[in-house]
């Protein structure tokens, strides 16, 4: 049964990057076409898809958040990353990572979820 | 892009069957057949329950089933049952992009 599982400080300042990973287990990052994705709900809203790599290294991310978003993906380690630069208080949240459907072939869903890992950025 | 549009609250008894809304455009919902539907109880990750407009996950019970005309996607639950209680929470792919729909939170009465 594949397995997600975030990791990282629960803690950010403001100004400062937020840094998260992901290990997948019972399963390759790498043996399929799937893309492994990041989404993030603030407290009590909704989902927000921040973006999503392949393990070849292509990468999409959602417009609003790309000039501060970084996802990246080790396959030695089976874990894929996150990184958001000058966060402000807003983007406290749970950040969720997720293997997605390629929507390129017709399917774009979020099938495996980790349990979620919540962010709180404060000073 | 502005996220799909869901009513925020349905209820239901238990018996009963409901249907949620999402409600976009012709650039996501009406392009594509790439909507999703997504359960999450509170303080759980979200589980997907249709995918690809109408089609269910294994495992997944059949008294979900999902439907799309036009701009417009639909999630019907019948036969509700207390477990059912939840927010449900819409998806479609556009453009490069992922959109979500607000949520909307089932309460069975």
């Known amino acids: 049964q594949l397995q997600l599982q975030e990791s990282g400080p629960g803690l950010v300042k403001p100004s400062e990057t937020l840094s998260l990973t992901c290990t997948v287990s019972?399963?390759?990052?790498?043996?399929?076409?799937?893309?492994w994705g990041w989404v993030r709900q603030p407290p009590g809203e909704g989902l927000e898809w921040i973006g999503s790599?392949?393990?070849?290294?292509?990468?999409d991310y959602t417009p609003s958040l790309r000039s501060r978003v970084t996802i990246s993906v080790d396959t030695s380690k089976n874990q894929f990353s996150l990184k958001v630069s000058s966060v402000p208080l807003a983007h406290t949240a749970v950040y969720y990572c997720?293997?997605?459907?390629?929507?390129?072939?017709?399917?774009?869903?979020?099938?495996?979820w980790g349990q979620g890992s919540l962010v709180t950025v404060s000073s | 892009q502005s996220a799909l549009t869901q009513p925020a609250s349905v209820s239901g008894s238990p018996g009963q069957s409901i249907t949620i809304s999402c409600t976009g455009t012709?650039?996501?919902?009406?392009?594509?057949?790439?909507v999703s539907w997504y359960q999450q109880h509170p303080g759980k990750a979200p589980k997907l329950i249709i995918y690809?407009?109408?089609y269910r996950p294994s495992g997944v019970s059949n008294r979900f089933s999902g439907s799309k005309s036009g701009n417009a996607a639909s999630l019907t639950i019948s036969g509700l049952q207390a477990d059912d209680e939840a927010a449900y929470y819409c998806?479609?792919?556009?453009?490069?992009?992922?959109?979500f729909g607000g949520g909307t939170k089932l309460t069975v009465l």
């Open positions: 998806s479609s792919y556009t453009s490069s992009n992922i959109l």
């Open positions: 997720a293997r997605q459907s390629p929507c390129i072939i017709g399917s774009c869903y979020f099938d495996y």
């Open positions: 019972g399963g390759s990052i790498s043996s399929s076409n799937y893309y």
């Open positions: 690809e407009v109408s």
């Open positions: 790599i392949h393990y070849s290294g292509s990468v």
């Open positions: 012709s650039s996501d919902v009406g392009g594509y057949n790439y």
